[in-house]
């Protein structure tokens, strides 16, 4: 959160236009910023990650009925969305370096059907932009990335919503950049981008004119500026994570059964999450049984993702989570560690000797 004097600032021209939601002034500004912060041709900003995600989908007109390749190694969003549309996601697995869609398995699951692939960009990584790119227009398929972990972060220099037709982020609260609750759209083609805008409206085209069934996800006033103060400190707060991230890989990156997230080559990335990957054999705990311990000792780490959406409740009668048998291994064993840019060199310290199994509640 910013300083509070600084929100207040922020908002307090809203008391004199009253003007508190409906792309006002807050929510121009916000989107140039972004558009220039993360170096991109065109955005919008929606109400959150998860109506950029759904609205996007449904501004791509796909056929219904359609298949859309996706993973299940992700928030449950991704997959609701399809649904969502009327769209069938069909799973493909991850891969076991970084955790982004395995492009080597996407071909097969291609049919007839298929209209569109949806990556996620998992922890900041990167999915393989450039094969999922090949294979997209080799096959007419259109590209929506979930990029909801990769806010900010570059790709050989290119803002990393300047990949695929389409690319969504989220503000929600929780994210390395944060408007409460909020998400923005990035996009490609003019008419793709007057399709959403008219589906965040309402489908309302003109004073008098409603041509489409639209919802409702605007921005409103207060989120945007939000967004305005968090983005003057978004650099900072990055770099803050880094020192965190840093201070883990000295201390537990070379434990015997803990795999740490790899450097990916030619991102710059935002530090948005710490995933451990825990081999019961060598470490000599399983991940449920670390986790449990951490929490003894009073940290919250998070089993994410787990389950895999191809096993949730709503989803599991038509998939077999077999199919994705790496995603399947990955959601089991990992652990996300605690890591925001507040969070002190000394709470580390404390977090790794538990880790390490260095003193604390056994
Ligand atoms: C957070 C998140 C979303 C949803 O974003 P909201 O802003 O919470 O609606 C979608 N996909 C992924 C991978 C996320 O982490």
Same mark, same amino acid.
């Given at each position: 959160?910013?300083?509070?004097?600084?929100?207040?600032?922020?908002?307090?021209?809203?008391?004199?236009?009253?003007?508190?939601?409906?792309?006002?002034?807050?929510?121009?500004?916000?989107?140039?910023?972004?558009?220039?912060?993360?170096?991109? $041709?065109? %955005?919008?900003?929606?109400?959150?990650?998860?109506?950029?995600?759904?609205?996007?989908?449904?501004?791509?007109?796909?056929?219904?009925?359609?298949?859309? +390749?996706?993973?299940?190694?992700?928030?449950?969003?991704?997959?609701?969305? %399809?649904v !969502?549309?009327?769209?069938?996601p069909?799973?493909?697995?991850? @891969?076991?370096?970084?955790?982004?869609?395995?492009?080597?398995?996407? =071909?097969?699951?291609?049919?007839?059907?298929?209209?569109? +692939?949806?990556?996620?960009?998992?922890?900041?990584?990167?999915?393989?932009?450039?094969? +999922?790119?090949?294979? $997209?227009?080799?096959?007419?398929?259109?590209?929506?990335?979930?990029?909801?972990?990769?806010?900010?972060?570059? /790709?050989?220099?290119?803002?990393?919503?300047?990949?695929?037709?389409?690319?969504?982020?989220?503000?929600? $609260?929780?994210?390395?950049?944060?408007?409460?609750?909020?998400?923005?759209?990035?996009?490609?083609?003019?008419?793709?981008?007057?399709?959403?805008?008219?589906?965040?409206?309402?489908?309302? !085209?003109?004073?008098?004119?409603?041509?489409?069934?639209?919802?409702?996800?605007?921005?409103? =006033?207060?989120?945007?500026?939000?967004?305005?103060?968090?983005?003057?400190?978004?650099?900072?707060?990055?770099?803050?994570?880094?020192?965190?991230?840093?201070?883990?890989?000295? !201390?537990?990156?070379?434990?015997?059964?803990?795999?740490?997230?790899?450097?990916?080559?030619?991102?710059?990335? @935002?530090?948005?999450?710490?995933? %451990?990957?825990?081999?019961?054999?060598? /470490?000599?705990?399983?991940?449920?049984?670390?986790?449990? !311990?951490?929490?003894?000792?009073?940290? /919250?780490?998070?089993?994410?993702? /787990?389950?895999?959406t191809n096993e949730f409740e709503c989803y599991r009668s038509q998939y077999d989570v077999?199919d994705?048998?790496? $995603?399947?291994? +990955?959601?089991?064993?990992?652990?996300?560690?605690?890591?925001?840019?507040?969070?002190?060199?000394?709470?580390? =310290?404390?977090?790794?000797?538990? %880790?390490?199994?260095?003193?604390?509640?056994?």
């Open positions: 959160m910013p300083a509070l004097e600084e929100y207040v600032e922020e908002i307090k021209d809203i008391w004199d236009t009253h003007w508190l939601t409906n792309m006002g002034e807050k929510h121009k500004r916000l989107q140039k910023e972004l558009q220039e912060y993360l170096n991109v $041709a065109n %955005i919008d900003l929606l109400t959150n990650g998860h109506m950029a995600l759904e609205l996007s989908l449904q501004a791509l007109n796909l056929p219904r009925g359609s298949e859309v +390749i996706t993973t299940p190694f992700t928030f449950a969003s991704t997959t609701h969305a %399809i !969502r549309n009327g769209l069938v069909v799973f493909c697995d991850i @891969n076991s370096k970084d955790y982004t869609i395995d492009v080597s398995k996407i =071909e097969k699951l291609i049919t007839k059907k298929t209209s569109a +692939i949806m990556p996620v960009h998992v922890y900041g990584n990167i999915c393989d932009v450039e094969t +999922i790119e090949q294979i $997209a227009s080799a096959y007419g398929l259109k590209v929506i990335y979930d990029a909801a972990h990769a806010f900010g972060e570059t /790709y050989k220099e290119h803002g990393v919503g300047e990949f695929g037709d389409v690319s969504c982020f989220s503000f929600h $609260a929780t994210k390395v950049f944060n408007t409460i609750e909020g998400g923005a759209v990035c996009f490609k083609d003019e008419q793709f981008g007057l399709d959403l805008y008219r589906l965040k409206n309402f489908g309302i !085209r003109g004073p008098e004119c409603v041509d489409g069934v639209g919802a409702n996800a605007k921005m409103n =006033e207060f989120c945007a500026a939000m967004g305005l103060c968090n983005l003057k400190h978004i650099d900072n707060e990055i770099a803050k994570r880094k020192k965190v991230v840093d201070m883990y890989m000295e !201390r537990i990156g070379e434990v015997s059964g803990i795999q740490t997230n790899l450097q990916q080559k030619d991102v710059k990335q @935002n530090y948005s999450y710490f995933p %451990i990957i825990i081999d019961e054999e060598k /470490y000599g705990e399983s991940r449920n049984q670390l986790y449990d !311990r951490l929490k003894e000792n009073g940290i /919250y780490s998070r089993k994410y993702f /787990y389950p895999l077999k994705t048998p790496v $995603a399947l291994d +990955i959601s089991k064993h990992v652990l996300t560690l605690p890591l925001y840019a507040d969070l002190t060199l000394e709470e580390v =310290e404390k977090i790794c000797k538990v %880790i390490l199994k260095e003193g604390g509640k056994k």
